[in-house]
C-alpha cells in the first residue's frame, strides 16, 4: 500500500523559508516522478515542482528561483525547500507520486499525500 506523508507546513513571514518533507512507504520515489502541488483556497490545483527518474527537475516560471525539490533515496524522502516566500505562496502542498518514471505530467500523478498547510504573512 502506497502511503505518502507530508510535514513541515506551518505559518512563516514574507521572505522567509520553509522545508516540506514527503515520507514515502510502499513505493521506491527513486524509480518514479515524483511532485508537490499546492492548492490555495477559491484556486484549483497547480504544480511548484516534479523530479523525474533521472533527477531531472522542473518548475514553474513563478517559482524556478525560489523553490528546489529534492529527494533523499536511501530514507525515501521527498523534500521541497522553499525559500523567498511570499503571501501568494500560501496554500495546501501535496506531495505526489507518478505511476511514470520520465513523464511527470499531472494526469500520471495517481498517489496523494493529505497535505500540509503553508501560510505566508505579510
Known amino acids: 500500500q502506497v502511503q505518502l506523508v507530508e510535514s513541515g507546513g506551518g505559518s512563516v513571514q514574507s521572505g522567509g523559508s520553509q522545508r516540506l518533507s514527503c515520507v514515502a512507504s510502499?513505493?521506491?520515489?527513486?524509480?518514479?516522478?515524483m511532485g508537490w502541488f499546492r492548492q490555495a483556497p477559491g484556486k484549483g490545483r497547480e504544480g511548484v515542482a516534479t523530479?523525474?527518474?533521472?533527477?531531472?527537475?522542473t518548475y514553474p516560471d513563478s517559482m524556478k528561483d525560489r523553490f528546489t525539490i529534492s529527494r533523499d533515496n536511501a530514507k525515501n524522502i521527498l523534500y521541497l525547500q522553499m525559500d523567498r516566500l511570499k503571501p501568494e505562496d500560501t496554500a495546501m502542498y501535496y506531495c505526489?507520486?507518478?505511476?511514470?518514471?520520465?513523464?511527470?505530467?499531472?494526469?500520471?500523478?495517481?498517489?496523494w499525500g493529505q497535505g500540509t498547510q503553508v501560510t505566508v504573512s505579510s
Open positions: 510502499g513505493y521506491p520515489i527513486r524509480r518514479y516522478c
Open positions: 505526489a507520486a507518478s505511476t511514470s518514471d520520465y513523464d511527470c505530467r499531472q494526469k500520471f500523478f495517481n498517489f
Open positions: 523530479i523525474d527518474a533521472g533527477g531531472g527537475t
